[in-house]
C-alpha cells in the first residue's frame, strides 16, 4: 500500500468484505471485517431528499478544533438506515469511535460509516441521499 500510495483498500465477495486502511506513520495497518448485510431492498434506487437540507448550524468557537468525519469512498450519503427510520446522529449527538454515523451506497453496497473519534457533533455537511466524494468532510466533531 505504501509503495503504491494507496492509503485504503476494500475488497468484497459474495458474504464477506475487507477493507484495509491505512494510518499514520506508525507502520500499524488497522483491518476490518464486517458479515455483508443486505440493506440495499431498504433504500429505493433512485432515493431523494426528504426536502429539507443539511442541518449546517456553526457552533460558537469554542477554542478546541473541530475534527472533520471524512468520506472514504465514493458514493451516495445516508443519514439513516431507511428512509422511515431517524437519521443515526444529529447536531448534539455524543458519539465514539465505534459509532456509526451515516451510511454510503457505493455500487450498491451499502456501507456504514463509524465515527473513528469520540465527540459531539457540531455540524451535518452533506443532504441526505446526495453523492458524496473521496475526503469530503461529511461531519463536524468537537472533540471530548
Do not use: W
Not at 431523494?48 to 473541530?66: D, K, L, R, Y
Request: proline share 10%; net charge negative.
Amino acid at each position: 500500500m505504501k509503495k503504491n500510495s494507496i492509503s485504503e483498500f476494500e475488497l468484497e465477495r459474495q458474504d464477506f468484505k475487507i477493507r484495509l486502511k491505512r494510518g499514520p506513520s506508525t507502520g500499524a495497518i488497522p483491518v476490518q471485517y464486517d458479515e455483508q448485510t443486505s440493506l440495499a431492498s431498504q433504500f429505493p434506487a433512485t432515493a431523494s431528499s426528504t426536502g429539507s437540507p443539511a442541518t449546517n448550524i456553526h457552533a460558537p468557537p469554542t477554542g478546541v478544533s473541530e475534527l472533520d468525519i471524512k468520506s472514504p469512498m465514493i458514493g451516495t450519503f445516508y443519514r439513516a438506515p431507511s428512509p422511515e427510520s431517524a437519521p443515526y446522529i444529529d447536531i448534539g449527538s455524543e458519539v465514539n469511535p465505534e459509532a456509526v454515523v451515516c451510511i454510503i451506497e457505493a455500487m450498491k453496497v451499502m456501507n456504514e460509516i463509524k465515527a473513528e473519534v469520540k465527540g459531539v457533533v457540531t455540524q451535518v455537511l452533506v443532504e441526505n441521499a446526495k453523492p458524496v466524494e473521496f475526503g469530503q468532510p461529511l461531519f463536524k466533531i468537537r472533540p471530548t
